[in-house]
């Protein structure tokens, strides 16, 4: 497992380096600031055939990595899965507008029916890539995007 310290301030490597020994764990750290640079430094270090993001207001569920694995054994085609998100703050009205605003936009724009076109919002919160096709095509997130 990768943990990407991006300038966190709440001893996210402390915490990590405490799970070591239960877990594996590598710890790596990005000094360009902004959460799409963290995520290019995953895909920069990560090792394994998928790489499954989930962000810091987000609680996967316990499930959610076996099933995300599940899937791409059931699917080889598969080159990215988007999962479902929650609102991880309900009585937020800035979070529901931005999460009704981006479903609506996405909807529109990038799919037909069921499948993804051309993504141009892609909610990270639980979002499994192939790797291998990330970086056969020299993918990266927009660093000018700061969340």
Not at 38 to 53: K, P, S, Y
Not at 69 to 86: M, S
Not at 116 to 145: A, M, W, Y
Request: overall charge negative; glycine content about 6%; charged content about 25%.
């Amino acid at each position: 497992m990768l943990v990407v310290d991006n300038g966190s301030s709440d001893n996210t490597i402390g915490v990590a380096e405490e799970w070591k020994e239960a877990l594996p764990l590598v710890l790596v750290e990005c000094l360009e600031v902004g959460v799409n640079a963290g995520r290019n430094v995953a895909l920069d270090n990560c090792q394994t055939e998928l790489i499954a993001f989930t962000d810091d207001d987000a609680v996967p569920q316990a499930d959610w990595l076996a099933e995300t694995a599940k899937t791409f054994r059931e699917n080889p085609e598969l080159d990215a899965l988007q999962g479902v998100k929650g609102n991880y703050y309900p009585e937020s009205f800035a979070a529901r507008l931005i999460q009704f605003t981006a479903r609506g936009l996405s909807a529109a724009r990038d799919r037909d029916g069921p499948r993804v076109v051309s993504p141009t919002i892609v909610d990270t919160c639980n979002l499994t890539l192939r790797l291998e096709r990330v970086r056969q095509h020299g993918l990266k997130f927009d660093t000018s995007f700061h969340k």
